[in-house]
């Protein structure tokens, strides 16, 4: 069975940085596209940063720009996002998600992902 792992969430101050990761079991990513989404308590899941299955195509949502990067490393079958200045806003349930996709268009839909993580808690708060 397909699995995604998500790890590296945890309680955080504003200002402060976490490294989440996403690490698959039985198949290889590189052949996938990976989202990573977030879902913050009465909210939809949000999208919020796409690395293509090469890493040549990279998005971010507008609210995480400049603040967060998204890499992988295919030799570890891992996906990292780097996540910096965190503000409580930030606080949510983040999963990475994984989709084979000739292109990058509609990355931040959920429903056009494949397979889901179990999600991993940020929590940004003084």
């Known amino acids: 069975q397909v699995q995604l792992v998500e790890s590296g969430g945890g309680l955080v101050q504003p200002g402060g940085s976490l490294r989440l990761s996403c690490a698959a079991s039985r198949f290889t990513l590189d052949s996938y596209a990976i989202g990573w989404f977030r879902q913050a308590p009465g909210k939809e899941r949000e999208g919020i940063s796409y690395?293509?299955?090469?890493?040549?195509?990279?998005y971010y949502v507008d609210s995480v720009k400049g603040r967060f990067t998204i890499s992988r490393d295919n030799a570890k079958n891992t996906v990292y996002l780097q996540m910096n200045s965190l503000k409580p806003e930030d606080t949510a349930v983040y999963y990475c998600a994984a989709r084979r996709a000739v292109t990058s268009s509609y990355w931040s839909t959920a429903r056009t992902y494949d397979y889901w993580g179990q999600g991993t808690q940020v929590t940004v708060s003084s």
């Open positions: 690395i293509s299955s090469s890493g040549g195509r990279i």
